[in-house]
Nanobody, 124 residues
Framework: QVQLVESGGGLVQAGGSLRLSCAAS????????MGWFRQAPGKEREFVAT????????YYADSVKGRFTISRDNAKNMVYLQMNSLKPEDTAVYYC?????????????????WGQGTQVTVSS
């Protein structure tokens, strides 16, 4: 079992930056590929970024590539999402998820554990 708690969301102007954090419980954190997803009002939850168990491999949705960076610290059981050059269309609830042992997992049903989400609002 893994419990995930996100933090770091908030209100920011377009062009600004935010750093999301996800704290994971349990001793097996390093066994999981970790991902970030988001869900905007009236839309389906979508993939944002994923990072492999060791942190060597990352993969991003085209919409955030070059602007967002995912990272993890296995010693602290933490995963992060650095978001730069934010746009109003990035407004959503952002979710942290723990998934399979293989990397580059981008589908919701590949992830077993989810946090409660943190709201990110980007004003124009």
């Amino acid at each position: 079992q893994v419990q995930l708690v996100e933090s770091g969301g908030g209100l920011v102007q377009a062009g600004g930056s935010l750093r999301l954090s996800c704290a994971a419980s349990g001793r097996t954190f390093s066994r999981y590929t970790m991902g970030w997803f988001r869900q905007a009002p009236g839309k389906e939850r979508e993939f944002v970024a994923t990072i492999s168990r060791t942190g060597v491999s990352t993969y991003y949705a085209d919409s955030v590539k070059g602007r967002f960076t995912i990272s993890r610290d296995n010693a602290k059981n933490m995963v992060y999402l650095q978001m730069n050059s934010l746009k109003p269309e990035d407004t959503a609830v952002y979710y942290c998820a723990a998934g399979p042992t293989y990397s580059s997992a981008t589908r919701i049903n590949e992830y077993d554990y989810w946090g409660q989400g943190t709201q990110v609002t980007v004003s124009s």
